[in-house]
């Protein structure tokens, strides 16, 4: 069965400073893998994907995540965080295609990411 | 990416009712799916709603209790039948578009009393 962990439920960081939201996964094949964000009472937000490539991929508002096959991992960064950056942040992982298209999110239990000034 | 959206946006319901909430695309759209993110916690699959025929369930959920339509390629109905507390949450449509990506609606809060 495939999977998603986010060890930590929060992380708080100052302004200015870099942040890292971590996610590992377990498939067993090869790992579709997605960070969301979610603002208060607001859907889902998606902000990058890796599928294949460069291990390195940006995404929307500044973030990136490096994909580690090694350590299986999917960490979410940013340079220099923004009190705005304050919401709670989702990785998931796609299980097997249904159609060739769209296919089952699996997701992580959430980090809540808190900026202060 | 999609524009979608979702109506209601928030309801509270007497248990034992049922509340019907649609999902609307702006584009059309092979696959939708309905999540449920009950308080606190991460979103599980309820289904995956296919046009022209049935819906398909995740494990732990039923048609009968969930009862969902695809009637074209922009629009998906999610029903919550018979409705208890444990049924408050939030529940989210979203579409792929032909790509890996998944695109969510605003959600519907839901509050069971």
């Known amino acids: 069965a495939q999977s998603v962990a986010q060890p930590e439920d929060q992380v708080n960081v100052a302004e200015g400073n870099p942040l890292t939201v971590k996610c590992t996964y377990s498939?067993?094949?090869?790992?579709?893998l997605f960070w969301y964000v979610q603002y208060p009472n607001r859907g889902l937000q998606f902000l990058l994907k890796?599928?294949?490539?460069?291990?390195l991929v940006k995404g929307s508002y500044g973030f990136e995540a490096e994909f580690n096959k090694s350590q299986t991992s999917f960490h979410l960064k940013k340079p220099s965080a923004l009190v705005s950056d304050s919401a709670l942040y989702f990785c998931?992982?796609?299980?097997?295609?249904?159609?060739?298209?769209?296919?089952?999110?699996?997701f992580g239990q959430g980090t809540e990411l808190s900026v202060k000034p | 990416s999609a524009v979608i959206s979702q109506k209601p946006s928030r309801d509270i319901c007497q248990r034992g009712t049922s509340l019907t909430i649609q999902c609307q695309v702006d584009?059309?759209?092979?696959?939708m799916f309905w999540y449920r993110q009950q308080p606190g916690q991460s979103l599980t699959l309820i289904a995956t709603?296919?046009?022209?025929?049935?819906?398909?369930?995740e494990s732990g959920f039923v048609i009968d209790k969930f009862p969902i339509s695809r009637p074209n390629l922009t629009f998906s109905t999610l029903t919550v039948s018979n409705m208890s507390p444990e049924d408050s949450s939030i529940y989210l449509c979203?579409?792929?578009?032909?790509?890996?990506?998944?695109?969510f609606g605003p959600g519907t809060r839901l509050l069971v009393l």
């Open positions: 584009s059309q759209v092979t696959m």
């Open positions: 979203s579409v792929a578009k032909g790509g890996e990506t998944q695109y």
């Open positions: 998931a992982v796609r299980d097997e295609v249904i159609y060739n298209q769209g296919g089952k999110l699996i």
């Open positions: 498939v067993s094949g090869n790992p579709y």
């Open positions: 709603a296919n046009q022209g025929s049935e819906a398909t369930y």
């Open positions: 890796y599928i294949t490539g460069d291990n």
